[in-house]
């Protein structure tokens, strides 16, 4: 099994969510802030006189867990539905998964799944 964490850009969130949902078990979506090669957001400051430029991105994590041969699929389908073709689109992270287990059925495993 395989996590997939995927960090993108938080006005994507809707879309990668709809196009997963029907794929995977289940996912995690957290929000934060990131620093990344995108291009950060200015903000007036002041009484609207200057301007600064943000020190951080507003960014939400996509996680979930996939049995090995389902990666590059989800991947692929995440990669297209956070996609804006701009430099800042965010990364996607896979990593090996040793253990699951389901707390309410207790299975484990892909039954966790």
Known sequence: M????????TERVSSVSEAIKEQVGGFTI???????????HT?????????????????????????DDKV???????ANAASTG????????VTDVDSIMNIASK????EAL
């Open 43 to 67: 903000i007036r400051s002041g009484r609207g006189t200057g301007t600064v430029e943000a020190e951080y991105n507003k960014v939400s994590t996509v996680t979930t867990i996939v049995e």
């Open 86 to 93: 701009k430099s800042g689109d965010g990364i996607i992270v």
């Open 107 to 110: 299975k484990s495993g892909s």
């Open 2 to 9: 395989k996590r997939i964490e995927a960090t993108i850009q």
């Open 30 to 40: 957290m929000d934060g802030d990131g620093r990344g090669s995108g291009k950060r």
């Open 72 to 78: 590059e699929s989800i991947t692929a389908i995440i």
